[in-house]
Nanobody, 119 residues
């Protein structure tokens, strides 16, 4: 069992930045970041493998960056130039299957962290 705890969400003005953290209870393997808005399913934003390779969906390329610190079992999501449409609950997912162009979710989810972007 891998336990995940997200943190770093909050309220930010449009154009601002936030860095979310996903801390795992043990080495999480490949990790994906998702977000969910009311009435919608969780949408993948991007993912990172154990070696630091990343992929992103087109809508966040150039604005969001995923990184990891394996010594801390922590994966980060740096979000820049935030827009009101980025408002959502953000989740990390661990132990998924990573390729250079895709991520298939694993069995472990964090509790989510709310990001609200004001205009």
């Amino acid at each position: 069992q891998v336990q995940l705890v997200e943190s770093g969400g909050g309220l930010v003005q449009a154009g601002g930045s936030l860095r979310l953290s996903c801390r795992a209870s043990q080495r999480p393997g490949a990790v994906g970041w998702y977000r969910q808005t009311p009435g919608n399913s969780r949408a993948l934003l991007g993912s990172i493998n154990s070696a630091g390779g990343t992929n992103y969906v087109d809508s966040v390329k150039g604005r969001f960056t995923i990184s990891r610190d394996n010594a801390k079992n922590t994966v980060y999501l740096q979000m820049n130039n935030l827009k009101p449409e980025d408002t959502a609950v953000y989740y990390c997912n661990a132990a998924g299957t990573w390729t250079s162009t895709a991520y298939s979710q694993g069995d472990y989810w964090g509790q989510g962290t709310q990001v609200t972007v004001s205009s």
